[in-house]
């Protein structure tokens, strides 16, 4: 009812003679519908009169919206069942007004144009991300590495080719890509994933190993606080960098924390081993445990700017996010790493 309809149009609706008959039949369907009703109502009968008033009703809702159409411009009527449907219903529901409303939405419309035709409104799809056009990104040569890998439409050599390339990376940032590509389904990669997560974490197990070996051997307070902190940074390395999970992931928080709370028995100043036990409640969701570690470094002198993200996520996770962004806001300048940036960015507007 919203398009541009020239005043003339519905003028000459209104004045032919077919519209004089349309206005006459409107008045008059609803005058015998209510001389109808009202017999039903006052005649004695064995049935229940609701049905045939609203039999009635409808019936009278079809004649109104046959010459309700009558009266529309042309532009109007088509198509043509849709357009009987909404009279039909208006009519049927809101007797002879419904219709009415229909005439004065067209004279709104002749009256009151749209004076901006050309801005509409439409709905576009979502947009996409295309994993393939990576290649041709000049910047962010990890992210093409990762982004050319998972895509199973390259050719196979280009992604072995592009995972032999991120084995020199970090595994704590490749650890989660490689464990994908475990059920891929070209073989080689499968293989070369495997051979890149087995050796990282036979290396921190090696030393584990052998770190464990001079813990027994050990004499004296000193050598025990030593390797205890040993162990435990091990075995927090195994967590860092993404190389165990499930059950192992739990066995290895447990070890952690054990030689860490061994090692801080024999000297209880060790700011550092109270931060990874801080760290290490954290990753098993304790958060006031993670508190009560960070509050106990920081006292022994631990830097406050490496400590305050590790709080901020204490107190995401307490669900005041109030203090989230309060402590993000208070390093400023400091945070210089470039995965915190944009998070410091983000709680600090």
């Not at 004076?115 to 056009?133: I, K, N, R, Y």
């Not at 040993?230 to 927090?236: S, T």
């Not at 100043?269 to 931060?275: H, I, Q, R, V």
């Amino acid at each position: 009812m919203s398009e541009t309809m020239h005043p003339q149009s519905i003028g000459r609706a209104l004045s032919a003679p077919r519209a004089v008959t349309a206005f006459v039949g409107i008045a008059l369907v609803p005058l015998v519908q209510c001389v109808v009703i009202w017999r039903i109502a006052n005649r004695p009968a064995a049935f229940d009169p609701l049905l045939p008033v609203v039999a009635i009703n409808l019936i009278g809702g079809v004649l109104q919206a046959l010459l309700f159409r009558m009266l529309l411009p042309l532009r109007y009527r088509e198509p043509r069942g849709w357009s009987l449907l909404l009279l039909w219903l208006g009519c049927a529901f809101v007797p002879l007004f419904g219709g009415l409303v229909v005439l004065v939405s067209c004279v709104w419309a002749a009256c009151y144009p749209r004076s901006h035709s050309g801005e509409e409104l439409d709905d576009v799809p979502a947009p996409e991300f295309v994993t393939h056009l990576m290649s041709r990104v000049s910047h962010g040569g990890g992210a093409r590495l990762q982004a050319r890998i998972v895509n199973t439409q390259v050719n196979a050599s280009d992604r072995l080719s592009a995972l032999v390339a991120i084995q020199s990376m970090p595994t704590r940032t490749t650890g989660t890509l490689l464990r994908e590509l475990l059920a891929d389904p070209v073989e080689d990669v499968r293989l070369i994933a495997y051979g890149t997560l087995d050796q990282a974490e036979n290396e921190v197990t090696q030393r584990i190993f052998q770190t464990g070996q001079s813990l027994e051997a050990a004499t004296t307070d000193a050598q025990r606080h030593a390797i205890n902190r040993q162990l435990a940074e091990l075995y927090f390395e195994l967590i860092y960098q993404n190389l165990v999970q499930g059950a192992v992931y739990r066995h290895t928080l447990q070890q952690a924390d054990r030689h860490a709370r061994a090692a801080l028995e024999i000297d209880d100043g060790d700011a550092a081993l109270w931060m990874i036990r801080g760290r290490l409640a954290l990753a098993n969701g304790t958060a006031d445990d993670a508190a009560d570690c960070m509050a106990r470094a920081q006292a022994l002198g631990f830097p406050r700017e490496r400590l305050v993200p590790w709080l901020a996520e204490v107190e995401f996770l307490r669900g005041d996010f109030a203090r989230v962004s309060e402590l993000l806001a208070s390093l400023g300048n400091a945070a210089t790493l470039p995965m915190l940036k944009p998070v410091a960015r983000y709680w600090s507007t």
